[in-house]
């Protein structure tokens, strides 16, 4: 159990930009992770394995990319209790993102605006830093996700590049491999959501999966990350694509651009993705379509707005079979993890 209640830190964090306190935690959990330090936001891991994708998750609580982007803190935000951490997202080449600001926190919503746009070092840090984090190799029940992406001065005519060449960099060391094709925070890059398009990328990253598990013997699978934006129709087509190419499970959602939640607030206006809790219904109302589509044997992992014991519940009753966090982290803190996940072990 965390030695530090995250209710003593978060007026600190809180009285911070957004992003600065995003940095100062990370610098916090990179330099704390695997010292005494650790006991400072420790979780036990409630077991409650759950079998997807020939995958064992050790529960169904994770943690959606996007927090640890460099894949820093690993053995860190293993410790607060989590199944499986994504992180990510990862471009072939370093870039620095969007011009600062760009992460505003609405708290009156519970809700945070972010247009960071895939800043990180690049592929080579990555992997480097993947590898040097010893959770796995101790032992300690985690699954590792690894979320690629496209560079931004890539045209999106070529984007296809971009992932497959972040596929094979990250291949060896995943549990699973997420392919984000619905940030809104990088130009063009939800259109890849499109019909065509993602029928073109999805043939080409199955192509090359089937390639790289034949020479290093292992299947790796791939989940595909959508936005919550997407009305019935195009939910029916991804779901179809997404079959068609034997993709083994699909994230829900990302961020969304509506603002009808938060109109009037301060930083509503300002450009980019809401998370948070205005961000629930709508990805409820994803997941609840793509299990109609998919049938019940599909993988789906429900994220959005999960800000509550009760909202974890409440995506596994829409139709997710596991679940991830990242705004209910800076809100709640560490103690949602286990929170969630002894919540939803409860329901059976």
Sequence with gaps: MSLLPYAFARPFLFGMDAEAAHELTMDMLARGQRTPLQWAWCN????????????????????????DKNARCIDALAAMGFGFVEVGTVTPKAQPGNPKPRMFRLPEARALINRLGFNNEGLDAFIANVRRSQVRAQGKPLLLGLNIGKNAATPIEQATGDYLAC??????????????????NTQNLRALQSDEALDALLGAIADHREKLAAAQGRR????????????????????????????????ATNTTIARDAV??????????????????????????QLRAALGPAFPIVGVGGVMSAEDAVGKIRAGADVVQIYTGLIYEGPALVSRAARAIRAMR
């Design 44 to 67: 036990e891991t409630v077991s409650d394995p759950v079998q997807l994708a020939g995958l064992t998750f050790p529960n169904r609580v994770g943690l959606a990319a996007g927090l």
């Design 167 to 184: 596929l094979e960099g990250v291949y060896p060391h995943a549990d699973y491999v997420t392919v984000n094709i619905s940030s809104p």
């Design 220 to 251: 790796v699978p791939i989940f595909v990350k959508i936005a919550p934006d997407l009305n019935e129709a195009q939910v029916a087509v991804i779901a179809a694509t997404l079959t068609r190419h034997g993709m083994d499970g699909v994230v």
């Design 263 to 288: 109109q009037g607030l301060p930083h509503a206006g300002e450009a980019g993705g809401l998370s948070g809790a205005p961000v629930r219904e709508a990805s409820n109302a994803v997941i609840r």
